[in-house]
Nanobody, 125 residues
Framework: QVNLVESGGGLVQAGGSLRLSCTAS????????MGWFRQTPGKEREFAAV????????NYADSVKGRFTISRDNYKNTVYLQMNSLKPEDTAVYYC??????????????????WGQGTQVTVSS
């Protein structure tokens, strides 16, 4: 497993942008696929985006496609989620997650075995 720490959350107006970061400990970050998920109270965790170990393949939920971009810097052990054109319905706690499974590109939470503590994103209307 790998330890993950998210940052970059906050309060933003609708239409604004935020960039989330997730930094991993250890020397094996480049072996992991990395994903971003989000959750609001009373709802199940929802997939947002995933990127494979090389950064060459990405996958997005339909709800964020065209507005969010996932990227990674393996030298910095960091994965990013650039969020543009934010909507109030994007309000959630955002979690990053790591997986050694190739199937994780599907975006299923069960394929991820390391999770961060989460960072709150609030979008005001």
């Amino acid at each position: 497993q790998v330890n993950l720490v998210e940052s970059g959350g906050g309060l933003v107006q609708a239409g604004g942008s935020l960039r989330l970061s997730c930094t991993a400990s250890g020397r094996t970050f480049s072996r992991y696929a990395m994903g971003w998920f989000r959750q609001t109270p009373g709802k199940e965790r929802e997939f947002a985006a995933v990127i494979d170990w090389s950064g060459g393949t990405t996958n997005y939920a339909d709800s964020v496609k065209g507005r969010f971009t996932i990227s990674r810097d393996n030298y910095k052990n960091t994965v990013y989620l650039q969020m543009n054109s934010l909507k109030p319905e994007d309000t959630a706690v955002y979690y990053c997650a790591a997986s050694l499974t190739a199937a994780s590109i599907r975006g299923r939470g069960s394929d991820f075995n390391s999770w961060g503590q989460g960072t709150q994103v609030t979008v005001s209307s």
